[in-house]
């Protein structure tokens, strides 16, 4: 058997842009790698914030991330893809500069969710910024016009320990303020029929959403699975 090289590391597909925090990451947060059941490459953006990139609009980054996504793939990543829903921004910039495929953020999710739902149905967001989620964002990552959305910034812990990057986060009340949201947003849209979570921090909620609302929920892990399974697809052995 002859094989070929050219990568620096093997057996990874998936390369991740990350955000420069420390605010902890528990399993099924995307920054946790134990959360995927493959392997996987991260890069870290310095100085790339989640204030700074979610509040500020990520504004003077866009080399920064380009560089991160290039230094991926010279290591050996198939595709790209990266840990905050609100680059969705870069999409074309970061597609742009890097040979093979990128998927910066959940919110990509939302349109071919709403292929799968009822006519009388559509898919609402769940955000951990909504005061700062612009139609620029959603636009960007194909977002249908009149798709619902709703955040986090109204309880106690998550939105505060996330975006603040905080040392400690109480888990039981980030949970509680991510179900709560939820159900708010489906308190106010009866036309709901799944909610797709923008912040990849949001993963580790994502059963308990569906249990208190009982529709389908999709995060940044339904995405890069989805993702991963199309650079590396599985093989089977001969019959």
């Excluded at 597609?95 to 959940?106: G, K």
């Amino acid at each position: 058997m002859i094989v070929e090289g050219g990568k620096s590391i093997y057996g990874a597909s998936v390369g991740i842009l990350m955000l420069d925090a420390q605010f902890p990451r528990i399993p099924g947060d995307m920054g946790n790698a134990l959360t995927w059941p493959f392997p996987v490459l991260y890069k870290v953006v310095r100085d790339a914030s989640p204030d700074r990139v979610v509040r500020q609009g990520a504004t003077g980054l866009l080399d920064a991330f380009i560089d991160a996504a290039q230094d991926l793939v010279r290591d050996g990543a198939d595709g790209i893809t990266t840990n905050c829903g609100f680059l969705s921004l870069y999409q074309a910039e970061l597609s742009a500069a890097v040979p093979v495929p990128v998927a910066t953020s959940s919110l990509m999710q939302v349109a071919m969710v709403n292929a799968l739902l009822p006519r009388d149905k559509k898919a609402g967001i769940l955000t951990i910024s909504g005061s700062t989620l612009t139609q620029d964002h959603l636009s960007k990552a194909g977002v249908p016009d009149g798709t619902p959305v709703h955040s986090t910034e109204g309880g106690q812990e998550f939105t505060r320990a996330i975006l603040g990057n905080a040392l400690s986060l109480d888990v039981a009340q980030a949970r509680a303020d991510n179900v709560e949201a939820a159900l708010e947003l489906q308190a106010a849209h009866p036309e709901l029929g799944a909610i797709v979570l923008e912040c990849t921090n949001m993963v580790p909620y994502a059963a308990d959403i569906r249990a208190a609302t009982g529709v389908p929920v999709f995060s940044i892990e339904s995405f890069v699975s989805w993702f991963q399974s199309g650079l590396s697809p599985r093989r089977y052995p001969d019959p």
